[in-house]
């Protein structure tokens, strides 16, 4: 395949070396690297001497952090022990046994959950805590989830970050276990035996320790407050080999080329490694937000985030996510790296994504996927990553198995190409490269359907007219950006510009409560602040329809002033250019 790339970005993809990448992948997948723990430690200080070798500044430091480390579980139906594990912030049930009743769910629907009050219910499917929260909130004493051919690592409560006592009563109050398919069926033929009984215990570490954080910068000549958040966690499930392990080699090696090139930047890049992702629900990533809200308000511009990459296997580049005024870079540079065309998909609650509050747009969460299969190793992992083409990552995703063996260097270095081509692309375009103008028009796509939805119980004609004032003024704007490029004082405040503008228009499509905050990590729509109208049906009784009609407006009063603030922002720019022109004439 003929890649179309100019001789500068050859120059710089020709940088990449896939013996570092292989070798670094190596070294730091060559321990379990439980969140606080020493082995993650010695990871960090691996990767802190890698970035002082390439003359940078990396400090370690150390966040409080809610960390809960699943140590043992056990499942015993008719005096028979079946292989289970348990999960992160799963009750433990400090040495105790539950005894219990157990229904087995096909499916997961009012009716159905019905049925599992006082029992320990059983459910096809990998441990998403949403489905777990469902489940307690039926009356479920217990649960087991039927993962597949493998058992898969995973935290259990929908907190995101640290708990504080505000949500701390959200954190999940029953046990939860996995087991594979050949023990799910074992499972259900013991429980034919036993009048569907089964004892089950779970021990779960889960207690306020110490994680480590590591920071670095490298500093542009020309926006010298503005920086791109490039960033990945350290900590894993079992040595993590893909993830993630693959993704901070790709990250050493990145920032590695960019600061041997950094001659055309115009802004700064800001190196970010998490710990608490797998055993704190992104505990590192929110605690950095909490501590440093204004300077990533003010001066963040995008994030990258790198998970699970190069994976043996993987060959779709198509499916990665991305912010629809982020997406213009990836459709470039990947078309044009892999002659694929970019799909995309649109931002889960998940991946470190704990700067939807400081409005700074993201890009990327993984990069190689795998085709989308039939195999029923992929099934549930499929359910939860697949994308219009992409099937996710591998089956051994959050499994024992996730060792260097999975790691296919080639993939591992277009997945490196990619990442590079687009930071610096973000790093060295005059204007920077966000297209404010889509995201307006996603917004305005969905308003229009929640109107269409909502239309018998809220009014949403004025947050239309303002969202279409916003786009066409946009548009207008937007058509002098040549001339706005060529000029580097219009550049600069270009610039501020598209950011006051980012700064509120990734809420108004990311965020449901304050942007101080930050929102479970649970299943997400656009434009949250509306979603309670997806809870609108024509059978509502009069109090029902009242109570949520008052919700709704209240909300969309929030949707239509955050919609004023945009408008405002554009009427000043112009201003400041029509100011400027006039005093550039005289």
Not at 483 to 506: A, M, P
Not at 528 to 556: C, F, M, W
Request: charged share 25%.
């Amino acid at each position: 395949m003929e890649r179309n790339l100019t001789m500068e970005e050859e120059l710089l993809v020709n940088q990449i070396s896939k013996e570092e990448l292989l070798a670094d992948n190596s070294k730091i997948a060559r321990e379990v690297r439980l969140s606080g723990s020493m082995e993650e430690l010695r990871a960090f200080q691996f990767i802190q001497k890698r970035l002082e070798s390439f003359g940078l500044k990396a400090e370690i430091e150390f966040d409080d952090a809610y960390i809960s480390i699943p140590i043992q579980s056990k499942l015993e139906v008719n005096g028979e022990i079946i292989d289970s594990i348990t999960h992160s912030m799963s009750k433990d049930l400090n040495n105790e046994e539950l005894s219990a009743k157990c229904i087995y769910l096909q499916d997961l629907n009012e009716d159905s959950l019905k049925l599992v009050d006082t029992k320990i219910a059983i459910y096809d499917s990998i441990a998403i805590p949403d489905i777990v929260k469902k489940m307690e909130d039926s009356g479920a004493v217990g649960a087991i989830f039927i993962n597949g051919p493998n058992t898969h690592e995973m935290i259990v409560s929908r907190i995101w970050g640290n708990p504080s006592i505000r949500d701390k009563d959200l954190l999940p109050k029953i046990p939860v276990i996995s087991i594979n398919n050949k023990n799910g069926e074992k499972l259900l033929d013991l429980l034919k035996i036993s009048s569907y009984k089964a004892i089950i215990s779970t021990e779960v570490s889960s207690k306020w320790m110490k994680i480590p954080r590591l920071i670095a910068e490298i500093r542009g000549d020309y926006e010298t407050d503005h920086f791109v958040l490039l960033c990945g966690h350290v900590d894993s499930w079992h040595y993590g080999a893909m993830d993630n392990g693959s993704a901070n080699a790709l990250m050493l090696q990145v920032v590695k080329i960019l600061a041997q090139n950094k001659t055309k930047w115009k802004r700064n890049v800001r190196l970010a490694f998490w710990s608490g992702h797998s055993h704190g629900r992104y505990a590192g990533s929110a605690a950095y937000c909490d501590k440093n809200w204004e300077d990533l308000t003010e001066n963040g511009i995008m994030h990258f985030y790198v998970d699970s990459v190069g994976g043996k296997g993987a060959n779709v580049f198509v499916d990665s996510n991305a912010m629809a005024e982020t997406e213009d870079i990836a459709i470039d540079v990947i078309g044009r790296l892999t002659d694929q065309a970019f799909v995309g998909k649109r931002y889960s609650r998940s991946a470190d994504q704990s700067f939807w509050g400081t409005g700074i747009p993201s890009l990327y969460m993984g990069m190689a996927e795998q085709e989308l299969s039939d195999d029923p190793a992929y099934k549930n992992v499929q359910k939860l990553f697949a994308g219009t083409k992409g099937g996710g990552f591998g089956w051994w995703w959050h499994t024992v198995e996730d060792t260097i063996d999975k790691i296919d260097p080639d993939v591992l270095r277009n997945d490196c190409e990619i990442y590079l081509l687009s930071l610096y692309k973000v790093l060295t375009d005059n204007i920077i490269p966000i297209n404010s103008l889509k995201a307006v028009e996603e917004i305005h796509k969905h308003i229009v359907d929640y109107q269409e939805k909502g239309k018998d119980i809220v009014d949403l004609s004025l947050s239309i007219n303002r969202i279409d004032e916003i786009e066409k003024k946009l548009t207008s704007v937007l058509e002098r950006k040549v001339w706005l490029e060529s000029d580097s004082e219009h550049s600069r405040l270009f610039n501020n510009f598209l950011l006051k503008i980012s700064k509120l228009l990734v809420p108004i499509n990311y965020v449901g409560g304050s942007k101080f905050e930050h929102d479970l990590a649970s299943t997400t729509v656009p434009i949250p602040s509306l979603a309670l109208i997806n809870h609108y049906t024509n059978g509502l009784k009069d109090e029902d329809y009242y109570l949520l009609q008052t919700a709704i407006r209240r909300q969309v009063n929030f949707l239509n002033y955050e919609l004023k603030k945009v408008i405002r922002e554009i009427d000043a720019f112009m201003k400041i250019l029509f100011e400027n022109f006039l005093n550039k004439r005289n």
